[in-house]
């Protein structure tokens, strides 16, 4: 009863906000964009990029707005949220072409305002804004936590935790978990430790051979500014999902510590981020899952699937903007399509359009427009052959980034090595049989089916005073699809 | 892993390495034995890229058509109110003399029903031609994969009411499944499906200019020659909407008409610089034996030119895969012919 209530509540403040929306762009038109991607898929790069290109006019010949002049300027404004960070493209910019090495991961939200001055088709004068929201992709995995119970949140976390590659992982945690009586007095201190060993376990699984991609709950891997609170002191325990909770239990304490942590963690950041988005892009990063190995890419299209189910998606009508915004268009890109031969950028389409398939069907049925690119925002190669005896292999010059290895060479960050990263299969079922290849969780570093290094960003020429363009792959594309239509 | 032995394993060479060799894509010298030949190949998204931009549509409120609408709906209800008056005076003068109208007006409005139903499908096809054009000419920008199996989709709809297409569409549709880029796609389509059509359509542009040639060379009165010279025209550009799939009925020809002659206005300028001007020197013997001949020599010339326009209007894909037929290939059929007579 009370969740329903709840729920009624929530509906009508996302509805009241909806409204104020629609009032307020009524006078100046607004697109929500929403970048979503798990972490390190990109979202910063594809960010700060996209107002690179916008602002200082990129190579973008297939974004018709920009390639046909019709874009007078777009600048940044100062954005509408005063309790959010400002998103700091100027720093991350400079990373990227000052020193060459890619924004470190994002720890807490952030935002910006991008406002596009542009000549409609007719010869009008308009005036888009984009509102661009950047979050750790961590905090992502907490969507789906909205629907669940915390009975069926642990028993889910306790199967997966069981599954290889992790059970190996999770092997502390558990042995503190068999010491634990769901039914016993409520102890602070077992709590503490098994919340502490629970987390260890996550980030042991978010290790680059593993590349585990379903790990929630989000904050215990970032957790912002709560860290250390009662909401993020909870752990799962081994409960049955018919049983109830006795007063003073140490269950009963985790429930309400769950509850609590969806009150609020999970409900205002999706109701301030994600309730009203008008645009998705969708970033996946396939190639640490193919780095790792089969039960990471198998990880990677469950939490996609569990998050995509969260957002609303459908045509929107004059009704549904009203009170309930939808996301009318949706893009699936795979990311760093830059670590792989133009050749192969079909095959990993491919692969992304497999492990989307749900989703995409889902969304094409409520009316939404989708589309599935293999992109790279900032690209930190070039292509080359490799003539090695009579082989030829398609493959990517480009700079490792420091602590790559290959070989068992480890590089410093200045060597540049021409790499091949390995064949992907014609067709993507392949890829998603189990023990369809052999990656970093099962294998040898030299024995894996695929090694995509990471490159850093490329080394780009000053042209005069300017900031030089960032090279890209496809970025242009995406641009098209999402926001091309509202700059007609 | 034995399953799939073409399966090729990553590797990493470094550029430092001595036995690694860089080399430029000209330089396809054999690599010593042993060494390994890295050749960095060349950018395609670092080429320039031409835009086209897009034909500015007209949006807006269109008051000339509500014009026309209203004005229409009004003669239409004067002209049923007078057939109304009508019939009811013949039936106070004689029934059977009413009943004699009624059967008429009766006709009349159905024939007119069939007559509107006809034209507004000539319409909507036109539409849906240019349209096709329009969707073809951006996919072969954007490359997307999906627009371009739509257009494909379309366009082999299309082609269904052409019987001598059945090979060309077969033959597209056995590569629908494969892997093939957007931009590609369409040029495959382009190259199956047009060639048989472009070239029906070269041959009715020639035998129309040269029919205009002769007639005007020969015709008696300048009164004549116009009159000739609007018939054909119109005749060429109604076979040519028809070659490419078009079924244009009285409104739909205004509608080509006007596309085809503003077509003509905005590449006229440039064919009467280069290739006409050309023509006009390099083959203007004809001219020089006599006036009359020279004169239908031009006549033959601008009835291509207006042909090449109506192609260019009609035809469902931009030209990318084929060339388009230049006015310099038409002229030659056109003095061809004419030798091959005289």
Sequence with gaps: MTTSIQHLIEEARLSARALFDFGESLFNPTLRLGVTGLSRAGKT????????????GGRFPVFEALATGRIGRAHLAPQPDDGVPRFAYESHLQSLIGERHWPSSTVDISELRLVIDYQRQNGADRTLTLDIVDYPGEWLLDLPLLTKSYAQWATESLALSRAAPRVHLAQDWHAHLATLRPEAAQD???????????????????????????LPPGRFLMPGNLAHSPALTFAPLDVSGDGTAPEGSLWAMMVRRYEAYKDIVVRPFFRDHFARLDRQIVLVDALAAFNAGPEALHDLEAALAGILDCFRIGRGTLLSTLF??????ILFAATKADH?????HDRLEAVLRRAVSRAAARAENTGAAIDVVALAAVRATREATVAKGRDKLPSLLGTPAPGESANGEIFDGNTEVATFPGDLPADPEELFRDDAFRGLSSAAADSSDFRFLRFRPPLLDRDGID?????HIRFDRALQFLIGDRLQ | MSERPKQRRPATFRLDDPSVVVVDAEDASRPARGAIQVTPESDPALLPVVIEPPVIRRRGF???????????????????????????DLFARSESLGYVGLGFAATATLA????????AFGLARLGTIEKLHLRAAEVLASDDRAASRAVVNDLLELAHQNPQLAHARAALQGHAGDIIDGADMIRLAERELMTPLDREARRLVSAAAQRVSIVT???????????????ASLRLIRQLAYLYGGRPGTLGMIALLRHVIAHLAITGGVAASDSLIQQMLGHGVAAKLSQRLGEGFLNGLLTARLGLAAIEVTRPLPFTALPQPALADLAKDLLRKKEEEE
Excluded: N
């Design chain 1, 45 to 56: 790069v594809f960010i700060t990029a996209l107002i690179h290109g916008l602002t200082r």
């Design chain 1, 188 to 214: 602070e201190q077992a709590t503490l430790i098994a919340a502490k060993l629970f987390t260890d376990y996550l980030r042991a699984c978010r290790d680059e051979r593993f590349a585990m991609s379903l």
């Design chain 1, 467 to 471: 900031e030089p363009a960032l090279p």
């Design chain 2, 112 to 119: 007119l029903a069939v007559v509107i139903g006809r034209e």
């Design chain 1, 340 to 344: 792989l031969h133009h050749a192969s």
């Design chain 2, 217 to 231: 060379a020969v015709s008696p009165r300048a009164l004549i020659d116009v009159l000739f010279v609007l018939v």
């Design chain 2, 62 to 88: 269109r008051w000339g058509t509500l014009f026309w609408t209203a004005t229409a709906g009004l003669v239409l209800m004067g002209a049923g109110l007078g057939v109304t008056h009508l019939i009811e």
């Design chain 1, 324 to 329: 309930r915004p939808r996301i009318d268009r």
